[in-house]
């Protein structure tokens, strides 16, 4: 043991090599999540992974412990293939996962379930978690009785009963209040300082900038569809981080501004053809951000309202929504031509403003305008011309093939609440059919 153990100091807890995950989708497609993925957590660091919702972290996060398999590539543990689960991690999910039926003590037992251990030391290990995160006056309370805070405490100390070596915690504190959110990241951090302690390493799943910024000592912020590594970034701010320090912004804002570029890129993502108007919609199939129509008609109203609100960050604050949430929204708007977004900006076009101005009737007329212009809604509007009701499951495969890193299901439910919205489009999910709605002329007039 002696001999490999400098070598174990080497080599990173968990660490995945050229990993690849494709799940199979409801409908039975292919959906590449991760592709070729290189990352490691090393003893001492506390690494942060961000990324947008449905970007694969916590994909990644479970492959890194070994709850799933990569489809290819490899997954290792101190340097050595991982078999089964990592044995120096333990995971904290968003929603508690607490037992309602068990007490607090029970639930953080559950922690040591599958380790040989006295029925003593089992009890003075659930103690020290218990006290550890503190929860000392709660141990025969049950889950109801606990606030959101306590209980995520519990999933905690159900975490650190079996003294890990790497804690993970998979958006961890997003479900929580600010002040509340803001006083765990702190004992955590103060927890994964204390020399001597058994935890070493921490690995943070979270799409909150700011939350990375404050904790991590390296930043991974991965780019979706298909998940891949973007950018890498060391964090050597010292502890404990002022947030309002000009390095601690300086550091949100590259991060910021990357992820709105490739989100966002000024640029078409095609030439523009010569003689026709340059029209981001109609450039290429591009997807479209899994926002409901109501959201984007609540952007246009506050953008209406409060004009003095020009960059995608003071709107995340004002609707106190995540940036990541903040930036489907804003750019499901862009897509269908209503804002326009230079850098971080954002601002109306002209069809932006007349569609906010215009009355219900006139509103409806301009979405489907714009709805028809977005390519990827000519694979339902062209099947709908030729039939009158066309299957889900067929217009479900053609989205599969149109755009492979997109979850298809999800794409579909989406267009069809635009196209009723714009009238272009009903779904019945009793019959699993799309149709065009009776008495609105709307989709043949156009056709
Ligand atoms: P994130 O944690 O960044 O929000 P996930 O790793 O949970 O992202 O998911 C990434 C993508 O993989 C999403 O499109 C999601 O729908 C898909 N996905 C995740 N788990 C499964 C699964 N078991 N089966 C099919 N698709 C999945
Ligand atoms: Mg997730």
């Not at 506390?46 to 694969?56: E, M, T």
């Not at 068990?102 to 659930?126: C, F, I, P």
């Not at 409901?292 to 004009?307: M, R």
Request: proline letters at 6%; hydrophobic letters at 40%.
């Amino acid at each position: 043991m002696s001999m490999t153990h400098s070598a174990d100091k080497k080599s990173p807890i968990a660490e995945l090599r050229g990993v690849t995950k494709t799940y199979v989708t409801g409908s039975g497609h292919e959906l590449k999540v991760l592709d070729l993925i290189d990352v490691a957590v090393h003893e001492g660091e506390l690494l942060a992974l961000l990324g947008q919702s449905g970007s694969g972290k916590s994909t990644i996060l479970r492959c890194l412990t070994g709850l799933v398999e990569p489809t290819s590539g490899q997954a290792l543990h101190k340097g050595k293939h991982l078999h089964g689960i990592n044995a120096d991690a333990s995971i904290v999910f968003q929603t508690f996962a607490l037992y309602p039926w068990l007490t607090v003590e029970q639930n953080v037992a559950v922690g040591l379930m599958s380790r040989q251990m006295s029925r003593a030391d089992k009890e003075q290990a659930v103690n020290r978690a218990i006290e550890i995160i503190g929860l000392g006056n709660y141990h025969a309370a049950y889950p109801r009785e606990l606030s959101g805070g306590m209980r995520q405490r519990v999933g905690i100390a159900r975490a650190l009963v079996s003294r890990p070596r790497m804690l993970c915690l998979d958006e961890a504190f997003s479900a929580l209040d600010v002040l509340t959110a803001e006083n765990l990241r702190q004992e955590l951090l103060s927890l994964w300082r204390t020399p001597g302690s058994d935890l070493s390493a921490i690995f943070m799943v979270t799409h909150n900038i700011e939350e990375a910024v404050e904790m991590a000592t390296r930043i991974v912020v991965l780019f979706p569809r298909p998940g891949r590594v973007g950018l890498v970034l060391e964090n050597p701010l010292p502890y404990p981080r002022d947030t309002k320090s000009a390095e601690f912004q300086r550091m949100v804002s590259i991060i910021h501004e990357c992820i709105t570029t490739t989100t966002m890129p000024d640029v078409p993502p095609e030439a523009p053809v010569p003689g026709q108007p340059i029209s981001r919609a109609r450039s290429r199939m591009e997807s479209i951000p899994l926002v409901p129509v109501g959201q984007i008609l609540g952007l246009l109203s506050l953008l209406h309202d409060s004009p003095e609100l020009s960059n995608i960050y003071d709107i995340s604050d004002e609707i106190g929504r995540e940036f990541g949430d903040t930036i489907a929204l804003v750019k499901a708007a862009e897509i269908l031509e209503f804002i326009d977004t230079p850098k971080d900006q954002v601002c109306f076009t002209d069809l932006g403003r007349r569609f906010v101005a215009a009355d219900p009737a006139g509103r409806k007329a301009i979405f489907a305008e714009q709805v028809f212009k977005l390519r990827l809604f000519h694979i339902i509007l062209a099947l709908l011309r030729e039939y009158e009701e066309v299957e889900a499951d067929r217009i479900i495969k053609d989205i599969a093939s149109a755009l492979p890193y997109d979850n298809p299901e999800k794409i579909f439910q989406t267009m069809i609440a635009w196209g009723r919205y714009a009238g272009l489009m009903d779904f019945n999910a009793k019959t699993g059919l799309v149709f065009v709605p009776e008495g609105d002329e709307s989709a043949d007039a156009t056709a």
